[in-house]
T-cell receptor, first 112, second 110 residues
Framework: SQTIHQWPATLVQPVGSPLSLECTVE??????LYWYRQAAGRGLQLLFYSVGIGQISSEVPQNLSASRPQDRQFILSSKKLLLSDSGFYLC???????????FGEGSRLTVL | GQQVMQIPQYQHVQEGEDFTTYCNSSTTLSNIQWYKQRPGGHPVFLIQ?????EVKKQKRLTFQFGEAKKNSSLHITATQTTDVGTYFC??????????FGSGTRLQVQP
């Protein structure tokens, strides 16, 4: 069966520090991968999606970046965090772009 | 760009009352999906609708996709405390990734 792992679950970072969130999927090949962000009490904002290794589409201009170094690994990074980067970050995968999304447990980031 | 709106933002009901959330897209959708997010959790897929005018039921939940494929609704009959959470619609328009609505937070008073 397929599983998705996302870490760390919680982190508190100072403004200007770097960020790295990791997500891995097991039990499937060539998944579509996604990073969403959810501000407190708000909806899900699509940040990045990837249909294959090295293929990243960015949806929102920001100081975040994403990489897909391996087929089932998706990384969200920032060189310098802003206060506005605080939120709940969710990694997800799907078999097809049209199919259901399977979400990880999420990473709650607080930037102080 | 594509926008998906949901109303209401929040609804508080007494247990046993019905609940409906509505979803409207600025563009025609190829499909629409619904997700439920429990407090502190991650979204979990409920259902996908593809056909114009489609209606699907899951026990006390009824999902509809509009004839023009630009709107959808989720209706819960006789709510229970286990229905508490935020319900999101998500649509696939011209992009290759889902656009989520803002969500409707449901609180059920026992």
């Amino acid at each position: 069966s397929q599983t998705i792992h996302q870490w760390p679950a919680t982190l508190v970072q100072p403004v200007g520090s770097p960020l790295s969130l990791e997500c891995t999927v097991e039990g499937t090949s060539n998944p579509n991968l996604y990073w969403y962000r959810q501000a407190a009490g708000r909806g899900l904002q699509l940040l990045f999606y990837s249909v294959g290794i090295g293929q990243i589409s960015s949806e929102v201009p920001q100081n975040l970046s994403a990489s897909r170094p391996q087929d089932r690994q998706f990384i969200l990074s920032s060189k310098k965090l802003l206060l506005s980067d605080s939120g709940f970050y969710l990694c997800a995968w799907s078999v097809l772009p049209t199919g259901e999304l399977f979400f990880g447990e999420g990473s709650r980031l607080t930037v102080l | 760009g594509q926008q998906v709106m949901q109303i209401p933002q929040y609804q508080h009901v007494q247990e046993g009352e019905d609940f409906t959330t509505y979803c409207n897209s600025s563009t025609t959708l190829s499909n629409i999906q619904w997700y439920k997010q429990r407090p502190g959790g991650h979204p979990v897929f409920l259902i996908q609708l593809v056909k114009s005018g489609e209606v699907k039921k899951q026990k006390r939940l009824t999902f509809q996709f509009g004839e023009a494929k630009k709107n959808s609704s989720l209706h819960i009959t006789a709510t229970q405390t286990t229905d508490v959470g935020t319900y999101f619609c998500a649509g696939l328009g011209g992009r290759r990734a889902l656009t989520f609505g803002s969500g409707t937070r449901l609180q059920v008073q026992p």
